[in-house]
């Protein structure tokens, strides 16, 4: 479980007398349950990536805290950390090394032992159906085999929690279908708690089982699909969130990055 209270953070652009302060996230709060998953879903600049970094333990908070599993990720980097697996936008896979070589290496980064981690990648090919892939090396894989590759690497010390930075960027249709059949079954046979952004409604409605809408910074809506779309009496949850998103932001003068 991943629970998300207050959250805020600025940064600082410019320098001298063109510095400004710009504030990312500003009172972004939810909670992500086991068995789940979570949708983090925003306009561009909502501070969504802000707030997943902050949970992956990537970066401070100024406020508010995120517990995983009752672990204070501020204090407790590390033990957070080893209970949750991260795939960020930049999967950066070493291109010299093979799928199981870079899937092997992190394991033992988690300090497993290379017996362990040898085996947690067989199963991870199994589920993840990356078997012909496993021996190749990473460099010259299409979107779709890097993301899986990175899946697999971010979940091969077998974390309860699991989060996810707009994983579908540039994948085809068959390589999102192999992605949203992956997380279902990490959902309900592994009983993971999955927290990922996105900005394709057709994923929230067909994976997300809690929706959270962020906009200048702030959870501005918690839900359902079905409770969000009956709060803004719409039947097209597209409709729902631009209404949810960007009447919010309407709302409230400039908008974070």
């Known amino acids: 479980m991943i629970a998300v209270q207050q959250l805020r953070k600025q940064f600082s652009q410019g320098s001298g007398r063109q510095a400004r302060s710009v504030l990312a996230v500003d009172g972004v709060d939810f909670q992500a349950a086991d068995a789940c998953i979570t949708g983090l879903l925003g306009p561009n600049g909502a501070g969504k990536t802000t707030t ?7 970066l401070p908070a100024d406020a508010g805290s995120v517990h995983v599993d009752g672990i204070d ?3 407790q980097p590390s033990a957070a950390l080893a209970r949750m697996g991260v795939l960020s936008d930049a999967r950066g896979l070493y291109p010299r090394l093979t799928a199981r070589e870079n899937i092997v290496y992190y394991g033992r980064l988690h300090g497993m032992t290379a017996a362990a981690a ?13 078997r012909p892939l496993l021996d190749r090396r ?22 309860p929690n699991i989060i996810l930075d707009e994983p579908t960027n540039g994948l085809d ?27 394709i409604m057709q994923e929230v409605e067909r ?9 200048h910074g702030r959870t501005v809506a918690a839900g ?14 597209e409709e729902s969130f631009v209404q949810l998103a960007f009447g919010a932001e309407e709302r409230s003068p400039g908008a974070p990055r």
């Open 173 to 199: 249709v068959l390589a999102t279908r192999a992605l949203r059949e992956a997380l279902r079954r990490l959902r309900d046979v592994e009983g993971k708690c999955i927290v990922f952004s996105t900005h």
């Open 224 to 237: 359902t699909v079905a409770e969000l779309s009956a709060r803004t009496g719409q039947t097209d949850f």
């Open 73 to 75: 990720v501020a204090t």
């Open 138 to 159: 990473t460099e010259g894989f299409s979107q779709g085999e890097r993301m899986k590759t990175a899946l697999a690497r971010a979940l091969v010390h077998d974390p």
């Open 207 to 215: 994976l997300c089982d809690q929706v959270v809408v962020v906009a």
């Open 118 to 130: 040898h085996a947690r990648a067989e199963t991870l090919a199994h589920i993840l159906d990356l």
């Open 52 to 58: 997943l970094r902050i949970v992956a333990a990537l």
